[in-house]
């Protein structure tokens, strides 16, 4: 899981205050403004923007990572809408028509 | 027989409307119990770990009057995420809530938003297209897949699943293809039934911006690139523009210098060049010509339609409307998230109705410039109409005008007010029957008191023809360590420049044209009685409060001599952005000049040609003087204001340089 923390939060932290921080359920992480904005991802494939090496750490330590686990495909779901409408729109006009 | 069917169409457009606006925001793909509370300092950590859970109007809910939060889009989330919360982070005093959009959802959405907008401009003559619609699908089909290609680094940071590779299981390519196809297909039946009517409903596309939320493309830009190629198959377009915009574009294509940067389009998102390569230069090439193409079309083919009266009262109404919604999203965030989606807006909305950091309120409009220039063209149309067009305005049309002053007033555009007060006066004036001497020198006059009234100068001559030099001094790194005096004044300090040029080019890091207009200005022989060139353009942006931004301009714009004389290319910004080093690479500084940002664009050839066509324009149709008093309110303004760099104000400005061609009396 370091290895992991490492290759995706980057070497900057200390992972002592990742350990203090998961006994506090209420932790509110603070922005880092040097730490550039990573965007991670869960196998249900929500997706968090961490501001900290902190949080990115503890994300990762529950799990999330950097590249995309989608079982779900969105634009998929997206293309049969567009083309739905147009079928419908299609019906509608031909009805009009008629 | 028809009442019903009057009702049968109201009731499909509501709910079509109710899917638009609802169905999105309120899904919710997750099952979890946790439910959306009033969301607070302490539930932070909550929302952060609970994410993609809970939709927008769950989250409406329990905090329609949380004035601790801020709404903004997470425009990188997934489909599965869209409309939900994404995020929570403490910022300052505020909450930021972030709520998921997505670019394939986005484009649909919002396109399908649009059209139905569209839908509701009453029906004209009908019109009919010679052509099928399905190759000019087609075209515009390519064109996107080449602005996807061109633009990649812009894309990137918005979707992980950007692919570009032409295959069948690609749905993300596969679903913009069908947006943009079921859009213009629908859009091709839509237009058909108004395109005459098209040109007075043209006040809404101030309200209507038609920005897409995640790509930087206009609705507008759209339809019109697919009217001009409409346009071009039937053989309806200007030869002479059409060759002439050949040249200059193959010039800028020729002397386009590739590189991997990527300019951050902000507000002019929609309406930029995001990238500096050959496909992003072919697409805004080729939109851009389209776009004018368009318009022009619908203008030829809209002459006896134009309606002087139904124009005022949608300016007014669209001016109202944006005041009030400005206001309301001011105060709520649910409103300004939703306006700022549905809108189309390049930016949201204003977040306060105060001043803030010596800002101007700006409301729904990406700048308080444009915002203020749109009420005053408002308020200049709808007087002008009244007063010497003799066509009444009515008690509510009365009302709307003042929430337009009201707004002018907000918007705190002084230039813009002046200008306003100046072409009322003109028209005033030229409707008067002197002879035209004692016209020429009446107007004169009053414009002379009004000016000096307007624009205390409390600066010396000395000073004020330098201010625009020492403040482009100050935003270059100019290389070399200038000596000090005994006070530790360097030669900028004293406003020395001359001392600057004793360096060699090569050491000094100024631009071409800082280093250009320091030369005239220090060796250039004064004539008796004539200001230097420099000395006065710096003197006139003094007042008018824009010697700072000029002079950021001459720090940065560093062409060289194709550029200078073509330009980079149709809103081509990033050389002249990110090219020359200055302490203003970073944030958006604009050069606050249309003229200048047309200098960018298309060299001072380009320009000059551009002010050619409008001085004859202006000269032919001299005794037309709405047509006169609304171009030179434009052009007034647009010398002090990026307006153009907005597909609004850009139509608005296309729609009036060509107003003489309506028969309106």
């Known amino acids: 899981m370091i290895k992991n923390i490492k290759s995706i939060c980057g070497v900057g932290g200390n992972l002592q205050d990742l350990e203090q921080i998961q006994s506090d359920p209420n932790f509110v992480f603070e922005n880092d403004p040097n730490f550039e904005t990573l965007i991670l991802y869960d196998i249900d494939g929500n997706i968090i923007n961490v501001n900290s090496w902190l949080e990115c750490a503890n994300y990762v330590n529950g799990g999330w990572t950097n590249t995309v686990i989608d079982k779900f495909n969105g634009e998929l779901l997206i293309f049969a809408i567009s083309v739905s409408v147009y079928l419908i729109y299609k019906i509608y006009k031909g009805l009009k028509n008629v | ?665």
């Open chain 2, 1 to 665: 027989m028809s009442k019903l069917f009057v009702h049968k169409t109201l009731i499909f457009r509501l709910f079509f409307l109710s899917l638009l606006f609802i169905v999105p925001w309120t899904f919710q793909f997750s099952e979890t119990d946790n439910k959306v509370g009033f969301i607070t300092e302490e539930s932070v950590g909550f929302y952060q770990t609970n994410t993609c859970e809970f939709s927008l109007y769950q989250t409406v809910q329990e905090n329609i009057i949380n004035r601790n939060i801020d709404i903004w889009p997470d425009r990188n989330s997934s489909v599965n995420c869209f409309g939900k919360i994404n995020g929570v982070d403490l910022q300052t005093n505020k909450l930021i809530v972030s709520f998921g959009t997505n670019l394939n959802v986005d484009f649909l959405l919002q396109s399908l938003f649009f059209l139905f907008c569209l839908s509701l401009i009453p029906k004209s003559n009908d019109y009919r297209f010679k052509y099928p619609p399905h190759f000019s699908i087609f075209i515009v089909s390519m064109l996107i897949y080449v602005h996807l290609v061109g633009e990649q680094l812009h894309y990137e940071y918005f979707t992980k699943v950007f692919d570009l590779e032409l295959k069948y299981n690609n749905f993300f390519l596969l679903s913009i293809f069908s947006t943009v196809f079921l859009t213009l297909y629908i859009f091709k039946d839509l237009v058909e039934k108004r395109l005459h009517n098209l040109i007075n409903f043209i006040p809404f596309m101030f309200l209507f911006i038609g920005a897409f939320n995640s790509l930087n493309l206009n609705f507008f830009m759209l339809i019109l690139s697919f009217i001009g190629i409409n346009a071009i198959l039937e053989n309806k377009y200007s030869k002479k523009f059409t060759f002439i915009f050949i040249i200059f574009s193959l010039l800028q294509v020729y002397n386009l210098d590739s590189r991997n940067i990527l300019f951050d389009v902000d507000k002019l998102k929609g309406f930029i060049n995001s990238s500096q390569n050959t496909y992003s230069q072919l697409f805004w090439t080729i939109i851009y010509f389209l776009t004018i193409v368009g318009v022009i079309y619908i203008i030829e083919n809209s002459k006896n339609s134009l309606n002087l009266k139904l124009l005022r009262k949608n300016f007014l109404f669209v001016g109202t409307t944006i005041t009030v919604i400005g206001v309301v999203s001011a105060v709520n965030p649910f409103v300004n998230f939703i306006s700022y989606y549905y809108l189309g807006l390049n930016k949201a909305g204003i977040k306060t109705l105060d001043v803030v950091a010596g800002n101007t309120w700006r409301g729904l409009g990406p700048s308080a410039e444009a915002l203020g220039e749109f009420y005053a063209f408002t308020i200049l149309l709808s007087l002008l109409v009244t007063f010497f067009k003799k066509i009444t305005l009515t008690k509510i049309e009365l009302f709307l005008l003042f929430v337009n002053l009201y707004g002018l007033y907000k918007a705190n555009n002084i230039a813009a007010l002046i200008s306003l007060v100046f072409i009322l006066f003109l028209y005033s004036f030229l409707q008067v029957n002197y002879n035209t001497k004692k016209k020429i020198f009446v107007f004169l006059i009053i414009s002379s008191i009004l000016l000096f009234n307007f624009f205390p100068i409390n600066y010396s001559y000395t000073f004020s023809s330098k201010a625009l030099l020492k403040e482009a001094y100050n935003a270059s790194e100019i290389g070399v360590n200038l000596p000090g005096d005994q006070n530790s004044d360097d030669a900028i300090d004293n406003l020395n420049f001359g001392e600057i040029l004793s360096y060699s080019k090569d050491t000094l890091n100024i631009s071409n044209s800082l280093y250009y207009f320091t030369n005239i200005y220090t060796n250039t022989k004064d004539i008796k009685y004539l200001p230097n060139t420099v000395g006065l353009i710096s003197a006139i942006s003094l007042p008018i409060n824009r010697s700072e931004k000029w002079g950021v301009f001459l720090a940065k714009y560093n062409p060289d001599k194709i550029n200078l004389n073509f330009g980079y290319g149709p809103q081509q910004i990033t050389e002249y952005y990110l090219g020359h080093q200055t302490k203003v690479n970073t944030g958006l500084v604009l050069p606050h000049s249309s003229l200048l940002d047309y200098l960018i664009f298309y060299g001072v050839f380009g320009v000059l040609l551009i002010l050619i066509m409008l001085i004859r324009n202006l000269w032919i149709n001299k005794d037309n003087y709405l047509y006169v008093s609304l171009l030179i309110f434009l052009l007034l303004n647009f010398v002090k204001s990026d307006s153009l760099l907005y597909v609004s104000s850009f139509a608005l400005f296309l729609f009036i340089n060509n107003l003489y061609k309506f028969a309106i009396d």
